[in-house]
C-alpha cells in the first residue's frame, strides 16, 4: 500500500517515539526509512511536516531530531531514570513527562540553578517524592513555541 | 521550566540575571501538568496533538489560570 504524507507522517512519528524509548537515541532518518521502506529524502520531508506542525522538534537547520517530546536526543540537565533506561527532558517538565508517558517509576536528578546542590525527584506508584522543590516558568504560554528550544 | 531547591533559590537566582518571576508551581502540580499532559498515550498511532481549547482545559482542570497561562492573550 503506499503511504500518503499523512499516513507517512503518522508511521514516522510513531516510529521515532518507540525507537526513543527503545534505544534511548532519535533514529536518523535512514534508519527509520530502511524500517518503514521508504526513502531517507521522503522522511526528512516528513520530519519536516511533524515539525512545522509542532509534533517534534528540529535540531535547527537539520533533518535531525532534536527532542520529541517529552524525550531529547540531546544530553540535558535534566537526566532522567525509567524503566531501567536512561532519557532526557530539556526540561523539568518534560523529565517528569518521560516518566509519565511510560508509566513508570522512575527518577529525575538535576542541580538546583543557584546553589547548585543536587536533587532527585523520585516517583513511585504515582506519587513524586520530595515535595518542596519548586519549578519556575520564564515564558507565558501563550510564547512557548516562538522559541521552544529556550523555553 | 527550571527545578530549584526553594523559593529563595529562584528569587537570587532570578535577580541575579535581572529577570522578572514568570509562575511558580510546586512539584506536585509539576508532576500533575506532567502526568495529565504526557499520560495521553502518545505512543499510540491514534493520538493527535490537543488542540489549543484542550490544552487550555488541561491548564484549567489543574488550577493554572490567570493570563501567564492563557494560550490565546
Known amino acids: 500500500m503506499v503511504s500518503t504524507p499523512s499516513t507517512l507522517d503518522d508511521d514516522v512519528r510513531v516510529f521515532v517515539y518507540r525507537f526513543m524509548v527503545d534505544n534511548e537515541r532519535p533514529p536518523m532518518p535512514i534508519e527509520i526509512g530502511t524500517a518503514l521502506g521508504t526513502g531517507s529524502a521522503e522522511v526528512e520531508a516528513a520530519l519536516k511536516r511533524l515539525a512545522d506542525a509542532h509534533l517534534l522538534v528540529l535540531a535547527p537547520g537539520t533533518p535531525y531530531i532534536w527532542f520529541a517530546n517529552p524525550l531529547s536526543a540531546l544530553p540535558s540537565p535534566y537526566p532522567v531514570v525509567a524503566g531501567g533506561k536512561q532519557y532526557f527532558g530539556i526540561c523539568i517538565w518534560d523529565a517528569l513527562g518521560v516518566i509519565a508517558m511510560l508509566g513508570e517509576d522512575g527518577s529525575v536528578t538535576s542541580l538546583c540553578p543557584d546553589c547548585g546542590d543536587e536533587m532527585t525527584l523520585l516517583v513511585r506508584d504515582g506519587e513524586i517524592e520530595p515535595r518542596d522543590y519548586v519549578v519556575h516558568y520564564a515564558i507565558p504560554a501563550a510564547y512557548w513555541w516562538d522559541d521552544i528550544g529556550y523555553t | ?73
Not at chain 2, 481549547?53 to 491548564?59: G, K, S, Y
Open chain 2, 1 to 73: 521550566m527550571l527545578l530549584f531547591r526553594a523559593e529563595d533559590h529562584r528569587d537570587k537566582w532570578l535577580a541575579q540575571r535581572g529577570l522578572r518571576h514568570g509562575a511558580t508551581l510546586s512539584v506536585v502540580q509539576q508532576w500533575d501538568l506532567a502526568r495529565t499532559w504526557y499520560g495521553d498515550n502518545r505512543l499510540s498511532r491514534d493520538w493527535r496533538r490537543r488542540t489549543p481549547e484542550e490544552a487550555q482545559a488541561v491548564f484549567d482542570s489543574l488550577g493554572l489560570t490567570g493570563p501567564f497561562w492563557n494560550l490565546s492573550p
